[in-house]
């Protein structure tokens, strides 16, 4: 079993839909969670990171974190065409110096 | 400020040959790690340096792979004797290494494929 679990879509969403990403994990020492977002053959950009459990909003972006249930959101609202991409979750134990463990990230495809 | 930068961007070796990749973190940045990404799979951490120290190699295999973050210059993952097994993207990715969260700022990564 993986560490970080992520579906990996492709998932098709009509443009101004709510897009809704998740991901489950195993590694309970895991504390801080990122999201990440990969267009095609580029490298990954940031766009949330939440620590330990709870909500964080960003604009069209909403991330959330439940560490009972070891389960990870996130929702991008009014989507876009922009927005189709590669959603890769990622976690690790502490802040600073530390490796990243990732999910194998969902293909997402928004239609105009 | 220019970001990570990394090169080269695609590198062709055939079986057997060596590949050097590079990576010049952000300005400022003394951490880098370097990941994995195979075909239709996430990044795997491979390892992580600070100047002139390897702070953490545990994704790295054992043989034939080996990295270098010297006082000055860019980080160097170095592959010898290459097989197709090896043929992925490379991304490496810097910190600044202070505060209580770091942001991994990634590079476009350097696509390396073996014939």
């Known amino acids: 079993q993986k560490e970080v679990e992520q579906d990996p879509g492709p998932l098709s969403v009509p443009e101004g839909a709510i897009v809704s990403l998740n991901c489950t994990y195993s590694?309970?020492?895991?504390?801080?969670f990122m999201w990440y977002r990969q267009y095609s053959r580029k490298g990954p950009e940031l766009l949330m990171y939440?620590?330990?459990?709870g909500n964080k909003e960003d604009g069209r972006f909403t991330a959330q974190v439940d560490k009972s249930s070891k389960y990870i959101s996130l929702f991008i609202r009014d989507s876009q065409p922009s927005d189709s991409a590669t959603y890769l979750c990622?976690?690790?134990?502490?802040?600073?110096?530390?490796?990243?463990?990732f999910g194998g990230g969902t293909r997402v495809l928004v239609k105009p | 400020n220019a970001g990570v930068m990394q090169n080269p961007r695609h590198l062709v070796r055939r079986r057997g040959q060596e590949a050097r990749l590079r990576c010049s973190p952000m300005?400022?940045?003394?951490?880098v790690y370097w990941y994995r990404q195979l075909p239709e799979e996430g990044l795997k951490f491979m390892v992580y340096l600070q100047k002139e120290n390897i702070i953490d190699e545990s994704g790295m295999p054992k043989e034939r792979f080996s990295a270098e973050f010297p006082k000055e210059g860019p980080s160097i993952l170095r592959i010898q004797q290459v097989v197709r097994g090896d043929s992925a993207a490379y991304f490496c990715?810097?910190?600044?290494?202070?505060?209580?969260?770091?942001?991994?700022?990634f590079g476009p990564g350097t696509r390396l494929t073996v014939l």
């Open positions: 990715a810097s910190s600044p290494g202070t505060g209580s969260y770091n942001e991994q700022f």
């Open positions: 990622a976690m690790n134990p502490r802040a600073a110096g530390n490796k990243l463990t």
């Open positions: 300005k400022g940045h003394s951490h």
């Open positions: 590694n309970s020492a895991f504390q801080y």
């Open positions: 939440t620590y330990s459990s």
